[in-house]
């Protein structure tokens, strides 16, 4: 498991304002946070002295190593495993790996009826991994309300 920790940054500066002319802009690197989250949220912070001047946010995944934990299993013990990638999107990751071995193994679903309740879940999911995305981006962000209106 990746060991990210949080850069926890103390500045303490003792100047009187005619210093201020001499003293250049620093960059910061502030973040990711915990990989436990959902994603990682990460801010180049440009400071002078104490004061922030201009923040560039950066919001992306994170990489478990998911293909290297495959390489030395069997295929069966990899579907309990994606329900564990996406806490949202869990029918639709395995519906991808069981479509995979079921193309391993030669094998053709029969019923049309199966195949059509697979599509529903994934469309449910699929709506629903939008609305997640929404309000987890504006939750980083610092808007609470519209993460806890998609929660219900």
Known sequence: MLNIKLLNLVLTFNFSTSDLR????MFVQFGPQHPGSHGLIKFTLEMLGETIRNSILYIGLLHRGTEKLFETRPFYMG?????RLDYVSTLTSEHAHVLGIEGLIDYQVSSAAF???RTVFDEITRIKNHLMHISILTFDTGNFFI????LE
């Open 79 to 83: 579907t309990p495993y994606m329900d």
């Open 147 to 150: 993460f806890f209106f998609f």
């Open 115 to 117: 195949l059509k309740i």
């Open 22 to 25: 001499e003293l250049r802009s």
